[in-house]
């Protein structure tokens, strides 16, 4: 999953699996592009059209080549962790939710430290980089957390 250059995000106009995406799915494939997919279970409710991790997982299977980026793991973060563990071709960003206690452990025990990617999503980056720093993890997940992973993704080189 090294080297792309870029990333298309699919947001909530349709379903992340809605088949009217494919031929977007299908450009980004062949462009070495990241599907980042805007998925979530809001402990408030979704939005209409506003996909969840199901959704996601769904078209990550049905496109193996691709990397898809499940986004803002949060709200009832354990769907997350349950959807992304069979999905290989699929990363998790911790974009979601600010701090909730166990729940990056959770997922890097399901998915492994190599498909989690650090993410914000909103103006709170000390709370964010929190659920990092504070969860239990070796520094080497950590680092992989924060930046190993995106860097081998975009293809950058990290320095330590």
Same mark, same amino acid.
């Given at each position: 999953m090294a080297g792309h250059c870029s990333e298309v995000k699919l947001w909530i106009s349709v379903l992340a699996d809605d088949?009217? /995406?494919? !031929?977007? *799915?299908?450009l980004a494939q062949e462009a070495g592009a990241i599907v980042l997919a805007h998925a979530w279970v809001k402990t408030t409710g979704n939005l209409p059209f506003?996909? $969840? !991790?199901e959704h996601v997982a769904s078209l990550a299977r049905r496109f193996p080549r691709l %990397? *898809? $980026?499940l986004?803002?793991?949060g709200g009832e973060?354990? &769907?997350? *962790?349950? %959807?992304?563990k069979d999905v290989p071709n699929m990363v998790v960003d911790i974009s979601g939710t600010l701090a909730d206690s166990g729940s990056v452990e959770a997922l890097v025990r399901? %998915?492994? @430290?190599?498909? /989690?990617?650090?993410? &914000?999503?909103? &103006?709170d980056f000390h709370y964010c980089l929190g659920k990092v720093m504070g969860a239990q993890l070796s520094e080497a997940q950590r680092q992989?957390?924060?930046? =190993?992973? @995106?860097? $081998?993704?975009? =293809?950058?080189?990290?320095? !330590?």
């Open positions: 088949s009217r /995406v494919d !031929p977007y *799915v299908e506003e996909s $969840q !991790p %990397v *898809v $980026q986004a803002h793991f973060w354990e &769907t997350g *962790v349950r %959807v992304a399901a %998915v492994g @430290a190599e498909r /989690v990617l650090f993410g &914000t999503d909103n &103006t992989l957390i924060l930046c =190993g992973n @995106a860097c $081998q993704l975009l =293809g950058l080189t990290s320095s !330590p």
